[in-house]
Each structure stands twice: as C-alpha cells, then as structure tokens.
C-alpha cells in the first residue's frame, strides 16, 4: 500500500435547483462492466456484460437462484435507468446511486432496500479515495454498484464459489451484509497503514527531526478525519438496520451485523486513539522546535552578557578625555589618568579578561552551560 500525499476530493454532480429524481452522469465515470452470479446451494452461475440484456437473460435462466448483479461503472444512464425500470425502482434511489456524494445510509421501500457505504482505498500516487458503493435488495435479487473497477470483493467471490459457510443459503441480505463488512475490514487495513506511517513519524522525531514531519503528520491526520466522516454515519446505518423489520434483513442476518457494528465501533475508536497521536506528533515538533529557539536565544544571551560589561569599560576609555591638554601641555582636571599609564592597553585587555572570567564561573556555578 503506498504511503498517503494527499486526501482526494471530490466535486458535487449536479445543478444547483435540480428537480428531485434527476441525475446527471459524471464526464470522468467509468463505462459499466456486469458480472451476474446466480446461486443456490448446489451451483454458482456466472456470466459478463454490459448492458441489461445479459441481466434479464441470466434471471430467466436461473429462477430458482439468488442473484447477485455487480455493476462497476456507472458512466451508462441508459443502464441506470433500464434497471430502475424493469426493477420499479424509486427515481430518486437512482438518483443516489448515480450522485455519488451521498452518506452512508439505509432506507427502506415496499418491496426492496437501499443501502449505501464508502469505500476507501489509497491509489498508486498515495491519494486516498472515497469511493460510494450501493446495494439495492430485493427477495431473491442484489444489485451492488460502485464507481471504481477494483476488486474489493474478490474474497466474497471466493467463498460464494466455495459454497462453504451460509453464504449460498441465507439470500441477498446476508450478502449485503457480506459485502458490507469487506468494506469495514478495509477501513482495518488503512488504519493499520496510518499507524506504521505514525510510527515511523515518531521515529524520525526523535532521530532526526525537520518540517516535513509536521507536513506528513498533518496528512495522516486529514486521512483519519475522512475516515472519521465515513464510519460515524456506517456506524448508524448499522444501528438503522439492526432495528428494522424488514423481512430482508432476518434474525439471522441480524446476528452478523452485530459483529459488523462492533467492528464500526472498533475502527472509531481507532480513528479516536490516532487522531490523539498525530496531534501529540505536531505539538512535540512544536514544543521541540520552541526549545531548540529557546536553547539558541540561551547561547546568544550568555554571549551578550559576558560581552556587556567588556563593552563598557571600552566604551568609557573610548571617550579620550586626555589628562594633559596636548597643546598647551596643561593639566586637565578630573580627566582620565589612565589614558598614559605604561601598558596600560595590556591592563585594560588583561582586566576586561578578568571580568569575563569571573561571568563564566559564575554562569558555570550556575548551570547554565550543562543545561544548553
């Protein structure tokens, strides 16, 4: 996994005063590649396409299947809105799977349900994304779209073809739920990401610390606010479905997403603890730069103070106040006699020494030369 640059942003789809049910497809959305797999407890079913026609063929083929309909890409309308016709989907529900801005969330209708959840991944230029991934459930049927073609749930595939566990068994919405908390792990395996990169930030503090450090603390720290904004509202998507009565979502679908929601409340705890550390991180480099100025200004005042006073006794025999007026050779009153004394700019030197000697002493007494 590559190391996190930047969080990437993502612009709003759509025209301010737009009529509700209207969706417009983004220039840069990806065309749709479907998979369809058709399961029961002795066989898994498999075919590819592009448009509605390989859907509706693999749905009167298989009758006495479940169906999972993966659509990647959501740069169709045509495929969006074919969907919402054949399945009387609401065009408002089509609306949030094409406006990919949307919160996590789940709602329910009269005869399927809406649920939306964020995928987050890190690209190979260290941008973190936030991707939207919906499902819409129905009694035997589970439409998922998302806007990327990564495989996130290649592990779900596995055990689908594998046929071990209840996966096969218990219908869509234990799928759903399947899908779901791959999505959750993931948040796991970013979080494990930031805390290496949060170790390895400590670790040139203290060995070998500079101003990036602050910068790469303060990346990771915007990384775990995009994901704080994500498993707050998935979090409570959970508590949502957990609470319904929907006869999609059965007691024993029920039982697996307590298990989900206590991994949601795993990860916030997570984003919490390392929101604190990455804090700590800036305020130490802060605090170590403030000493470091502290320590410089420290030596710079010794400095000054030893050569204050030397200062001033040059200053005071730098105002040539002559004892013996040179022209007329007379005495001058209360001028300075040192002005001829033999050697006296060696006793000058030689007591300017003395004072600055007895300021080390007492500086050293002190400690303030261990203390630098």
């Given at each position: 996994m590559s190391h996190i640059k930047r969080v990437h942003r993502k612009k709003v789809n759509r025209n301010v005063g737009d009529r509700p049910g209207v969706f417009v497809i983004s220039a840069d959305a990806l065309k749709p590649v479907i998979h369809v797999y058709s399961y029961n407890e002795k066989e898994?079913?498999?075919?590819?396409?592009?448009?509605?026609?390989?859907?509706?063929?693999?749905?009167?083929?298989?009758?006495?299947?479940?169906?999972?309909?993966?659509?990647?890409?959501?740069?169709?309308?045509?495929?969006?809105?074919?969907?919402?016709e054949h399945l009387n989907i609401n065009p408002l529900v089509l609306e949030d799977i094409v406006n990919t801005h949307q919160r996590p969330k789940f709602d329910e209708y009269d005869?399927?349900?809406?649920?939306?959840?964020?995928?987050?991944?890190?690209?190979?230029?260290?941008?973190?994304?936030?991707?939207?991934?919906?499902?819409?459930v129905k009694s035997n049927l589970i439409i998922s779209f998302e806007e990327t073609y990564i495989k996130t749930f290649d592990v779900v595939k596995t055990r689908l073809q594998a046929g071990k566990g209840v996966i096969r068994a218990a219908g869509p919405g234990y799928l759903c739920y399947a899908l779901s908390d791959v999505i959750i792990d993931n948040y796991f395996v970013l979080l494990a990401k930031i805390g290496d990169d949060l170790d390895d930030l400590e670790d040139r503090l203290y060995k070998h610390a500079d101003k990036t450090i602050m910068y790469d603390a303060q990346q990771l720290k915007r990384s775990l606010i995009a994901l704080r904004r994500v498993t707050w509202p998935e979090r409570d998507k959970l508590n949502d479905i957990l609470r319904t009565d929907n006869p999609y979502v059965t007691a024993e679908v029920k039982m697996y997403l307590r298990d989900a929601y206590d991994h949601c409340i795993q990860v916030m705890d997570m984003i919490?603890?390392?929101?604190?550390?990455?804090?700590?991180?800036?305020?130490?480099?802060?605090?170590?730069?403030?000493?470091?100025?502290?320590?410089?200004?420290?030596?710079?005042?010794?400095?000054?103070a030893i050569f204050i006073p030397l200062t001033f006794v040059a200053g005071i025999y730098g105002m040539?106040?002559?004892?013996?007026?040179?022209?007329?050779?007379?005495?001058?009153?209360?001028?300075?006699?040192?002005?001829?004394?033999?050697?006296?700019?060696?006793?000058?030197?030689?007591?300017?020494?003395?004072?600055?000697?007895?300021?080390?002493v007492i500086f050293w007494k002190k400690g303030w030369f261990t203390k630098l």
């Open positions: 898994v079913v498999i075919d590819k396409g592009h448009d509605i026609k390989i859907v509706l063929a693999q749905l009167k083929k298989c009758k006495d299947h479940t169906h999972w309909i993966q659509i990647q890409g959501l740069g169709d309308a045509n495929l969006i809105n074919d969907i919402g005869d399927y349900v809406f649920s939306v959840s964020r995928q987050l991944f890190i690209s190979d230029g260290g941008e973190l994304h936030n991707k939207q991934f919906s499902a819409l919490e603890n390392y929101k604190e550390i990455s804090n700590s991180v800036i305020d130490l480099y802060l605090s170590m730069v403030s000493n470091r100025m502290n320590e410089i200004m420290k030596v710079l005042t010794i400095i000054s040539n106040f002559a004892k013996v007026d040179p022209v007329s050779n007379k005495a001058m009153p209360d001028n300075m006699p040192e002005l001829y004394s033999p050697h006296g700019y060696y006793w000058a030197l030689a007591g300017m020494s003395v004072i600055a000697l007895i300021q080390v």
